[in-house]
């Protein structure tokens, strides 16, 4: 083939640009430390890459959600702790008198203290979290129960409603939040209404009604299983949020890992690919320098 | 037959080998001239006479001053031309837009999407926060904003595109002309004396040039002239005809551009005057500039299109049976209910700056949050972000084949330009020997002719 100084310019030009352009890409991934610089270096990578990124972002919502929520169970676990410990008292104080007692001052200590003992309970019930009433279902900004003894007891003594609210905990992962009142110290139409047989307790002692206050502490034994059953409720919540936190973290690093073996440059193997492409580049600069020097015209 | 026969050969060498030193010198000059062909001079003998019974020459004349010609490799590098312009043109396109869907490297519209259903997941925990209201509405505004700036940013692209149309058509149409005229040029001189070469060079390097732009076939008359013609979907039409020369023109087509400008047909008056005719052009880079402005670029919008109005007719499908924080009103829509596309999607005047607005319940208590939870998922369920990531790497595919495409065309080109160097392209290195080949050959017969006058002097010194 009939070779002419343009052929040889052209072909130095389309080396040159091509060498350039490979340490260019090379540079390129160094300085950014990234693999992939736009969705063309690889478009199947790039569709791994985000897709992994949008699980990373997901599992952090997650993760983020549990934390919320662990701050809600924890709250929840206090105030059931507390209550089944007032309920405790209340049971040892009302074995004292289950046979009744003539004597009047007793008769009165026992009410007083089982007075404090129920405006516990429904201070502790009236817990509240950022201005949410954590008892009352769904109806977070209304105050679930009456501290005050109703004279004579009143059967309606939970004003919250029985909506549980859950929210999303892992993909298709739904988990309750909230106990509502009416499973824990009880309401009218639901469960031992601890309130309201606290209530009837009390009258029962101050007319020493011996029959009825045996049956009241049935009832107080009934309402301690009830705090109980919320307790258990309660704790495997804050299992399941526990569990669920340590799969989600095992995902995020796994989804870490996976990007970054795919993304993070590595800088080894680029500087010995440099190192190659540079030494390629000078030598079709050099070449290139040399022969386009030479001439018939200096030799005439 | 005399002394004379010595000196008029002796002078045939002296103009022809000075013919030879101009040609050279014409290639040397046009080294650098893209598209020129090297010529080369054809020798031949002078007609022979009888003298004293023997047949003998007169000296040397011209052949022909000839080019270095491959007809077949022009048709390839036309041919390649086409492809090649075509493909540069849509990668250069492509690549304008590849940034915008570029969420490997800096978040966009996929994070954008992301962060707002969290903001709503965040809702889901503590429906009556304000805080959370309030972020709802902050992350619903950026991701909104990122549908804008897609959406405007592959409008902008399209509009570029069809603005771009109106210099190709006036490169094209002087590309036209001017062949029509080398053409009336090639054929005169020719009817005079040999070849046009540098003309013809000249008319072959433009129908490259025209090749780029639009694919189109040529043929050779007899006379010089060349006709060419071009045909697409729409038809085959002549481009030119001997002398004539047809004109692209733009007219308004009656479907606006998506930012409401004017989109333009490309028409064509043919080399007869008929017309015009509406173009369907699909080759070179005129075909990629239309391609690229109805279909790929069209397709992206589309695509993000679909997607915000999908967003939008979905949350709103939800929040308008949902409750607002005042435990009654409903009915209420998230984002504007007029939402169509990437465009125009906005948080409808319901929400706006008002964070109350926001359903979150599906009754009438404050602490309730099922319809918050329900469009905080309603990205895992309907897949938006997946839809978004496909579009990402579908971008990126288009950008990549491309660039493949186009290094593979580069290499064809390359191949194609050192064949038709090596055919027609001037070597300054046998120029020069050629030259010094000539240079000797004057002297050789300006030699001659002070032989003969020295002949000449014995002979008339014999008559003294």
């Not at chain 1, 939970?158 to 992962?173: A, C, F, K, P």
């Not at chain 2, 007809?71 to 396109?93: I, P, R, W």
Request: glycine share 6%; no cysteine.
């Amino acid at each position: 083939m009939r070779i002419t100084p343009n052929i040889t310019m052209q072909n130095s030009l389309y080396n040159i640009q091509r060498s350039r352009s490979q340490l260019d890409s090379i540079q390129e991934k160094i300085a950014s430390g990234r693999n992939y610089n736009r969705p063309s270096d690889d478009p199947v990578s790039a569709r791994l890459l985000v897709g992994f990124g949008d699980r990373l972002r997901t599992t952090e919502q997650y993760q983020s959600n549990i934390n919320k929520a662990n701050v809600w169970l924890k709250m929840t676990d206090t105030a059931l702790t507390g209550l089944a410990n007032t309920m405790y008292e209340i049971k040892r104080l009302t074995a004292t008198i289950t046979s009744g007692t003539d004597d009047l001052t007793f008769r009165q200590n026992t009410v007083t203290q089982l007075t404090n003992l129920r405006q516990q309970l429904a201070d502790i019930g009236n817990t509240q979290l950022e201005d949410r009433y954590i008892f009352a279902g769904t109806a977070t900004d209304t105050k679930p129960y009456d501290r005050n003894v109703q004279v004579p007891p009143v059967a309606a003594t939970y004003l919250g409603n029985d909506t549980t609210s859950s929210i999303e905990i892992d993909t298709n992962s739904i988990e309750s939040l909230n106990i509502p009142g009416d499973q824990v110290l009880g309401s009218d139409t639901n469960g031992v209404n601890i309130l309201y047989e606290l209530d009837r307790l009390i009258a029962a002692i101050e007319a020493n009604d011996v029959p009825a206050i045996r049956a009241q502490a049935n009832q107080m034994e009934s309402g301690a299983q009830q705090l109980q059953r919320a307790q258990v409720i309660n704790a495997t919540r804050i299992s399941r949020l526990d569990t669920t936190s340590k799969m989600l973290a095992n995902t995020k690093n796994t989804l870490e890992t996976v990007i970054g073996n795919i993304q993070t440059a590595d800088y080894a193997k680029l500087a010995v690919e440099m190192t190659q492409q540079q030494t390629a580049f000078e030598a079709t600069l050099s070449s290139t320098a040399r022969i386009s020097q030479v001439s018939l015209l200096d030799y005439l | 037959m005399g002394i004379s026969a010595a000196f008029e050969i002796g002078k045939s060498g002296l103009k022809l080998f000075q013919v030879a030193a101009e040609v050279t010198s014409e290639n040397i000059a046009n080294v650098n001239t893209p598209g020129y062909s090297r010529q080369r001079v054809l020798f031949e003998t002078a007609p022979p006479t009888t003298h004293n019974g023997f047949p003998l020459g007169t000296g040397v004349r011209v052949q022909v001053v000839e080019r270095y010609y491959d007809s077949l490799l022009q048709k390839q590098l036309v041919n390649a031309g086409t492809t090649s312009g075509y493909d540069s043109h849509k990668l250069g396109v492509l690549q304008q837009v590849e940034p915008v869907f570029n969420e490997i490297a800096q978040d966009g519209l996929g994070a954008a999407m992301n962060d707002f259903f969290s903001a709503w997941q965040d809702l889901s925990i503590n429906p009556s926060g304000t805080a959370e209201r309030q972020s709802v509405l902050a992350k619903a505004q950026i991701m909104v904003d990122q549908f804008h700036y897609v959406s405007r940013s592959i409008t902008d692209a399209i509009t570029i595109q069809n603005e771009s149309l109106s210099p190709l058509v006036g490169d094209i149409n002087k590309t036209l002309s001017d062949i029509a005229q080398l053409n009336g040029y090639i054929k005169n001189t020719e009817l005079v004396s040999g070849n046009a070469n540098e003309m013809r060079d000249q008319r072959d390097y433009l129908i490259r040039q025209l090749a780029e732009n639009m694919q189109v076939s040529f043929v050779e008359n007899d006379d010089g002239t060349t006709d060419i013609s071009y045909t697409d979907g729409s038809g085959t039409y002549a481009l030119v005809t001997g002398t004539q020369a047809g004109s692209l023109s733009l007219a308004a087509n009656p479907v606006a551009l998506p930012d409401g400008s004017t989109r333009y047909d490309v028409q064509l008056t043919d080399a007869g005057g008929a017309g015009p005719t509406t173009l369907a052009p699909t080759t070179g880079k005129l075909g990629a500039t239309v391609v690229m402005r109805d279909t790929v670029l069209q397709g992206y919008l589309d695509d993000i299109d679909a997607l915000a109005a999908q967003v939008a007719t979905d949350a709103n499908g939800l929040h308008a049976t949902g409750i607002a924080l005042d435990g009654t009103t409903t009915g209420l829509n998230f984002f504007d209910p007029a939402t169509t596309s990437a465009a125009n999607i906005s948080l409808s005047g319901d929400v706006l700056g008002k964070p109350e607005n926001i359903a979150a319940a599906q009754d009438n208590f404050s602490g309730d949050n099922q319809n918050a939870l329900a469009i905080a998922r309603l990205n895992s369920v309907n897949g938006y972000s997946l839809t978004y990531d496909a579009m990402v790497a579908q971008v990126g595919l288009d950008v990549q084949t491309s660039q493949t495409v186009v290094k593979q065309g580069e290499a064809f080109m390359k191949q194609l330009t050192t064949l038709r160097d090596s055919q027609s392209g001037v070597s300054l290195d046998e120029e020069l020997a050629n030259l010094i080949q000539y240079q000797r050959s004057y002297q050789a017969s300006a030699k001659l002719i002070t032989t003969a006058t020295e002949m000449m002097d014995v002979v008339l010194a014999m008559i003294r």
